[in-house]
């Protein structure tokens, strides 16, 4: 599978949606104040401007149903353990790219308490930045605990009322930040430092 380089930023979400959930603006911050089901919407609708089979079917219930199509090569959010697993890039490090959360990335301890720009602090193995800190990032995966066994390549719950975010923020303590800390939150909801990141299956699976 392919992961953004990046968290989508507010230049790429207001060229495709057209809208500003955000409060504070600027081309190159993190899309912020987007509820899950904003997410999923950005997927399909950037999946179908790039001639990419759609990842999800949304119905027009209130909140929508929301199925994945794990043969698509459409746009999507991360699993949980893809997002680990990018996030680790091979490596046994505390945060995202390194042990030394100032090095790679944005939390309360060193944001002077401003969302902060997109792609600034050192990648890690794979080149891919702001993992931790910054944004807590949407995923896909339903809120609960861990199975008690081993899995391989996971895709969460079925059954469940939150969604996982992701690698803390830029307003929550370093701890949050680890590449091993997990948020929950309802998918209706807006939190004003949850943002997201986007992936794909380079093909069919």
């Not at 949850?194 to 794909?200: A, D």
């Amino acid at each position: 599978f392919m992961v953004a380089k990046l968290p989508v930023t507010q230049m790429l979400w207001r060229a495709l949606m057209r809208s500003q959930p955000w409060s504070v603006d600027g081309s190159y911050l993190p899309v912020t104040g987007v509820s899950w089901y904003d997410c999923v919407q950005f997927c399909n609708k950037l999946s179908k401007k790039e001639g990419l089979p759609l990842a999800y079917s949304i119905d027009h219930q209130d909140p929508p149903t929301v199925t994945w199509d794990h043969k698509a090569t459409g746009f999507r959010l991360l699993t949980e353990a893809e997002w680990e697993y990018a996030a680790r890039a091979g490596e046994d490090h505390v945060y995202s790219g390194g042990n030394e959360l100032d090095m790679v990335g944005w939390a309360a301890s060193n944001s002077r308490d401003q969302l902060q720009s997109a792609g600034r602090k050192r990648a890690n193995a794979w080149g891919i930045q702001d993992m931790s800190g910054l944004v807590v990032e949407w995923v896909w995966d339903r809120g609960g605990r861990y199975p008690s066994r081993p899995q391989t390549d996971p895709t969460g719950m079925k059954k469940g009322m939150t969604r996982v975010g992701r690698g803390g923020s830029w307003m929550r303590p370093p701890e949050n930040a680890a590449v091993t800390d997990r948020q929950g939150e309802w998918p209706t909801k807006t939190p004003e430092d949850w943002g997201f990141r986007i992936g794909r299956y380079v093909r069919s699976t």
